[in-house]
């Protein structure tokens, strides 16, 4: 056993942070590197943004665990996770849905047209996409998606509405998942189709948030998808929906974010009088601060879990609930945690005169909210833990 | 025994919910958000016109002359629908700090303006380094003119007076200091936090003073007192509010359908609501209790702590779960549970946080002859 990175890896990493230093020179670093932006906000929404995405490309950070026949460099799946790692903790766009779920979807199941015309354009960068599957009648049950597509001509024509759809209001291309056939079960009539977003007939409606992470509800008035654009074959989107989580499980659960929150917070107590002396040397907070601390060791073993499942082959569905569960209730554990080690003062936000810490922490309590609902909820992850894990029996 | 409210006290709430409906409201609140002022004018007049912003204030000084108990059924019912004002603050901290702390003069000069809504005072209390503590009161008082600052001063933009905590240079005793808000010397900072609340720090500088209430030795212990009054009035808006969000997230979950049945029918989720219904239901019976003894003359200040404590814990695990029993809805400004959620951390650290309620308890359950003099572990 050894829990450490390899010679290699460890290089890597230093690689990766050179690149980041170089970055954080540069004019737009303030408007990139936003550690305040909580993880699901790290998006590539802006020019300057997205500048920094083609950056990465640049410098070979995008593609690294694709096969070399699509422009990529064969390493270890584990490569994704760190450079993810290292741009969650300056707060920079992460490497995300087009790498990840879509780039090697594609590779999987995706015609030579759709290959040609995307993988490329995903090395280097030059497109954002949005994820279309949630709907409003289908959160966690999302398979009991209604979106409809119904055939017409060398195509499919969509009506219905998504919502959740983050990034459709700055991506270019839709990734998105609809209703085809309505007979039969409902994890097999569901098809994957890439529409512009721009196209005629799509609406994208604001939908805002209590934190800074704007997402949005859309609407298809009879938006026509040429059968070009269906991913792979119809009426298996859901096996590939499920399949592409697999491919998520490196890129998704950065571990950074929590440990440079409790960081942060000890440094911060350490800095902050009451009654005389620092914060860090009252008694219970010290408490808190031990127990915090084993918890974020433990999550981080969690989380190695994950990604050494994942190198050895493995589909570690039960290492990443557990990981996501223990990581996201500690986010938001840790914000709450430090707002009532702060007192009254943490309530002040970040633009208040009088506030402490710079406000991040009354910011951290409203954005962490998201963690334990996006991305399969809480609940979610403990039915998979209590079927997958404990082979109990499944309720319904 | 008998836990029920009296007649009176039912239609006191019906007058409350009547109130609140009319002129507040989750819409206004969410206005309330945007305005300076923080709270609907004509709100504010109505529990003027009502008599509730004399409630507690003692007959002899134009007020009602009610209990505290039945400033909770008040303010249970200001929680429900986050229908905030100023009436804490005046009517109920600074009307019974003076009524604590005055001379019969003083009480006669003052009590009846804040009973008639004619003056809105505004407490501020709290120094840079958040300590509710004794210790934490730092801004000095000399010669009647006060010069330091406060924090989180609630209302500052409406009111007429501030009753600012202040020491006494040379004696270092703790005094009630009240002055005009639109005195010289004093500067209001907006400071915006995760309530969105209008909270605002204070500068004085060579403010002068209009009237000093002081004790002596007794006035820390007196303040603490109608702190103590106060927090048993917050800890049932808390509970309203608390009750009010764990019966919105129980009426979505009997609505909303995922895996071809209602989320209520989900044991994790209605187990949680179970957990939260008894923590609703305690809370706010603890806080009639604190009440009750205060007007019974029993010991109540160890009660009211715990209310406090108790109904902040409630505040924030009903809407943390209560947001989560929402999923991605909870999560945005259109729905109103974020609303409950934003302000519950106000309620849990404002006006006395769990951390010195775990020690002023302690304190008191470890002394309980004297409910005034309490030693504080550090
Ligand atoms: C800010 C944000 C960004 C998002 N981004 C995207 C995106 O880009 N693309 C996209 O497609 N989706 C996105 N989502 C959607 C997200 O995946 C869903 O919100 C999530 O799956 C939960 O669905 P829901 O909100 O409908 O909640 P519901 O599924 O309605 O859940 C409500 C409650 O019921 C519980 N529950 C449900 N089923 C069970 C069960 N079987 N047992 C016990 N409890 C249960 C849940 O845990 C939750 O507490 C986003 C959501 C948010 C809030």
Known sequence: MNFEFTKEEQAFIERVRDFLKREAEKDYASEIMAPEREGHAQLADSEERREFCRQLGKAGFLGLTWPREYGGKELPGIYDYLVNEELA??????????????GKTLMHHGSDKLKREFLPKILNAEVEFALGYSEPGAGSDLASMKLKAERDGDGWRLNGQKTWNTSANFADWYWLAARTDSTGPKHKG????????????????????????????????????????VVGEVNKGWSYICEALDYERFALYTFGPVKLKLDALVELLKNTERNGKPLAQHEHVQRVLARLSTRVEAAKGLQRKVICAAAQGRVPTVESAMCKLCSTELGQDISNAAMDLLGPEALLSHSAPGNVGDGAWENSLRGTVVDTIGGGTSQIQKNIIARRHLQLPNPS | MDLDFSEEQNMLRETTRAICDQHYGLEAVRDCEENEQGYPPAFWQALVESGLTALTVPEDFGGVGL???????????????????????????????????????????????IAGGEVVISCAQLEEGGSYDERGVTLDCFDNHLNGSKTLVPYACTATHFLTLARERGSGQIVLALLAADSEGIDARRQANIASSPSYQLTFTDAK?????????????????????????????????????????????????QFGKPIGQFQALSHTMAELAVEVEAGKTLAYQAAWA?????????????????????????????????????????????????????????????????????????????ETSIKFAE
């Open chain 2, 209 to 257: 003073v209009e009237t000093l209430f002081s004790a002596g030795d007794e006035s820390w212990p007196l303040w603490q007192e109608a702190m103590s009054f106060a927090a048993v009035t917050l800890s049932a808006q808390a509970s309203g509010s608390a009750e009010q969000m764990l019966n919105t997230t129980a009426e979505y979950a009997k609505t909303r359908v």
């Open chain 2, 294 to 370: 205060q007007g019974a003359g029993c010991a109540w200040q160890l009660l009211a702590a715990q209310a406090k404590l108790h109904a902040g814990e409630t505040i924030r695990r009903t809407t943390k779960d209560g947001l989560q029993i929402h999923g991605g809805i909870g999560f945005t400004t259109e729905a109103d549970p974020q609303l409950y959620y934003r302000r519950a951390k106000q309620l849990q650290l404002e006006h006395w946080d769990a951390e010195y309620l775990e020690r002023r308890i302690a304190g008191l359950l470890l002394d309980s002859d004297s």
């Open chain 2, 67 to 113: 209990g505290l108990l039945d400033a909770v059924v008040v303010f249970e019912e200001l929680g429900r629908t986050l229908s905030t004002s100023p009436l804490l603050s005046s009517s109920i901290l600074a009307a019974r700090a003076i009524e604590l702390l005055g001379t019969e003069q003083q009480k006669s000069r003052w009590l009846p303006l």
């Open chain 1, 190 to 229: 569901i098809t994957l189709f890439m529409l512009p977003l721009d196209q005629k007939g799509i609406t994208v409606r604001a939908i805002e948030t209590m934190a800074a992470h704007r997402t949005n509800e859309v609407f298809f008035d009879d938006v026509w998808v040429s059968d070009d654009y």
């Open chain 1, 89 to 102: 903790s300056v707060g920079a766009p992460l490497i995300g849905k087009g790498v990840g779920i879509i």
